[in-house]
């Protein structure tokens, strides 16, 4: 494993699109989400996916420069074209607009359409709590989740994430695949060679793996309980759009040269127009920290609330550098070679 800086890295990121004739805006976003993403230990979704990026870029999947629009179809609603953007970049600015729509409304809520891969769900969430807001944000996937009870896929991993702001650390966070794991994640065991955990992954002919070369489908979280909660992603994606569903949609890493066409949905929530933003923190706070009390069943293991692990991390990261194994490593130096100057 090497560690890399992150003030460095991202202006070489940023450097690279740049070549690539990738706009400002959107080199600014994708970089800001990829490198916040890595330094809070979420992997799957962090700077491990640049080099994937950088090749639908040039294939033509991503659209360097897009023009935005969208429709306002309520007071507190609209639907948002990305005409093929980066996903970081489109979702970024709709859920801008569904904050504005908050603030105005009381709650705001985007449906994107015509988008790509949008990184980590949390990222959009973070831009909400920034402003006072609960952030919702939803988008759907390629098909590589078993559908229960089958041995065939139909909808992808589908992820729910809820950003809350807190009143003495870091915004409480729920940022979960309605899988056992997530496709990226599985994309990184391949890499690396380490098994995965029982029950996460089917191979070709459906049967349970841990081995993650064999690995060609992913488990639904819990059961049907997880294929249903993707299946609701759906509804609020690709139907509420209009656009591609399940197994309709192009995998992330077949096919570059086609757009995948993506549907996301984002909602913020006005905290003012319920509770004071001060004492809404601050119950929140209070519930946190109530259930880290709680007796843990394991002294070594503390109760934690969802982004407790991140918020470590995210702190050790900061200090001593993100950490990539040598195969990621090797595909960022090949698109610059100034990579060695961010190591550790």
Known sequence: MKLLHHAPLRTILRDILKKRGVCAESRAFVVESLVQTSLRGVDSHGIALFPHYCRAAQSGRINPAPRFSYERTGASTAI????????????????????ESAKASGVGAV?????????????????????????????NAGSQVLAFNSVKPFFGTNPVCLVAPMLNEGPFCLD?????????????????????MPGQAYDEKGCLTENPQAARYVAPL??????ALSMMVELLC????????????I?????????????????????????????FKARLQKL?????????AKETEPVLVPGDPEKKCFEQRIAEGIPVDDGLYA?????????????V
Do not use: W
């Open 111 to 139: 449906a994107v359409t015509r988008s790509s891969h949008f990184g980590a769900a949390a990222f959009y969430g973070f831009m909400a709590a920034d402003q006072d807001c609960l952030g919702l944000s939803f988008t």
């Open 238 to 249: 690709g139907l509420l759009t209009g656009g591609p569903v399940g197994a309709e949609i």
């Open 331 to 343: 595909e960022l130096a090949e698109l610059d070679p100034r990579f060695k100057s961010v190591l």
């Open 251 to 279: 995998q992330t890493h077949e096919r570059l040269e086609c757009k995948r066409n993506l549907s996301q949905f984002f909602t913020a929530v006005d905290i003012a127009r319920f509770q004071p933003p001060p004492f």
């Open 222 to 227: 819990g059961g049907y309980k997880g294929f």
């Open 288 to 296: 946190a920290d109530s259930v880290r009390a709680l007796p843990p």
């Open 176 to 196: 979960m695949a309605t899988s056992a794991v997530s496709v990226n994640k599985l994309r990184n065991h391949k890499r690396n060679g380490k098994p995965l």
């Open 80 to 99: 948002f074209d990305a005409d093929h953007a980066f996903g970081q970049h489109a979702g970024a600015e709709a859920m801008l607009l569904a904050v």
